[in-house]
Nanobody, 124 residues
């Protein structure tokens, strides 16, 4: 069983920054691919960013490329999402997820474990 706990969400003005963290339980965190997804009110959950188990492969949605950075610290069992130049359209609940295959991917199906989400609100 893997437990994921997100933190770092909040209210920020457009153009501002936030860093989300996702702490994972389990001794094999370093073997998981990790992803960030988000869901805005009335919309489907969508991919944001993903990172492979070694951190050597990173993937981003076009809408966040150049503004968001995903990273991980396997010693701390934590994955991060640094979000810069935030826009009102980034407002959503952000979820982290663990892909036990280790690849990190934009598809939701391989992610077996999900956190409870953290709210990010960007005001204009």
């Amino acid at each position: 069983q893997v437990q994921l706990v997100e933190s770092g969400g909040g209210l920020v003005q457009a153009g501002g920054s936030l860093r989300l963290s996702c702490a994972a339980s389990g001794r094999t965190f370093s073997t998981y691919g990790m992803g960030w997804f988000r869901q805005a009110p009335g919309k489907e959950r969508e991919f944001v960013a993903a990172i492979s188990w070694r951190g050597d492969r990173r993937y981003y949605a076009d809408s966040v490329k150049g503004r968001f950075t995903i990273s991980r610290d396997n010693a701390k069992n934590t994955v991060y999402l640094q979000m810069n130049s935030l826009k009102p359209d980034d407002t959503a609940v952000y979820y982290c997820a663990a892909d036990l295959y280790g690849l990190g991917t934009y598809e939701m199906e391989p992610y077996e474990y999900w956190g409870q989400g953290t709210q990010v609100t960007v005001s204009s």
